[in-house]
C-alpha cells in the first residue's frame, strides 16, 4: 500500500509539473497567434485551468514530502507535548482536506446539473475543469489521512520534526 501512495503522490506531482509546462505553451501560443493576427479563444481560462491543476495536484506530493509549511516554532514551544501537537496538526489539515474534497465534489455536480460554462470565449462546462480540482483534492485528503494514519499507528519519531536545534 505504502508503495501505491508513494506512486499516487508522485504522479500527481508529474501531473502538476506537465500543467506548468502546458501554462508555458498556452503563454507562447498565445503570443504567436497575436504577433500573427490570428486569435487563439480562451487561451487565458485554459491557462488558469492548468495553473489551477498545478496548484492541487502538487499539494499531496508536497504534503509527503514534509514541503509544507508547519508552525515548527510553536511545535517546538510545545516541549513535551510536542506529539499531541503534531496529532493536532495532521487530525485538523485531514479534516479540513476532506471537508475541502467534499465541497469541491459538490461545487462540481451543481455546476453540471445546472450546466454552468465558462463565461470566456471557449464556453467549456466548468464541470471539467472542476473534476480536476476534485481529483486533486481527493489526493490530497488520501495524503493527510495517510499522514495522519502513519502519525498514529506507526508511531511518533523524533525525526518527525527535523532541525529542532536550529530553530530554538
Known amino acids: 500500500m505504502r508503495n501505491f501512495l508513494?506512486?499516487?503522490y508522485l504522479g500527481?506531482?508529474?501531473f502538476a509539473a506537465i500543467n506548468l509546462i502546458l501554462i508555458l505553451l498556452i503563454i507562447?501560443?498565445?503570443m504567436m497567434a497575436r504577433w500573427t493576427g490570428f486569435t487563439?479563444?480562451?487561451a487565458t481560462a485554459y491557462a488558469?485551468?492548468?495553473m489551477a491543476n498545478s496548484a492541487f495536484f502538487a499539494l499531496a506530493h508536497t504534503l509527503n514530502q514534509d514541503g509544507h509549511i508547519r508552525v515548527r516554532i510553536l511545535l517546538n514551544k510545545l516541549g513535551a507535548n510536542k506529539k499531541w501537537g503534531e496529532l493536532w496538526c495532521y487530525g485538523i489539515g485531514s479534516l479540513l482536506a476532506v471537508l475541502f474534497f467534499y465541497y469541491a465534489c459538490r461545487g462540481a455536480y451543481f455546476s453540471y446539473i445546472f450546466n454552468d460554462v465558462s463565461q470566456a470565449e471557449d464556453a467549456l462546462p466548468m464541470w471539467i475543469p472542476q473534476?480536476?480540482?476534485?481529483l486533486g483534492t481527493l489526493v490530497l485528503a488520501?495524503?493527510?489521512l495517510d499522514k495522519l494514519y502513519e502519525f498514529i499507528f506507526i508511531g511518533y519519531s523524533e525525526t518527525?520534526?527535523?532541525?529542532?536545534?536550529?530553530?530554538d
Open 6 to 8: 508513494d506512486k499516487l
Open 12 to 14: 500527481s506531482a508529474y
Open 28 to 30: 507562447c501560443t498565445q
Open 40 to 42: 487563439f479563444p480562451g
Open 48 to 50: 488558469g485551468y492548468a
Open 131 to 134: 473534476a480536476s480540482m476534485v
Open 142 to 144: 488520501i495524503a493527510f
Open 160 to 167: 518527525e520534526i527535523k532541525d529542532d536545534k536550529a530553530i
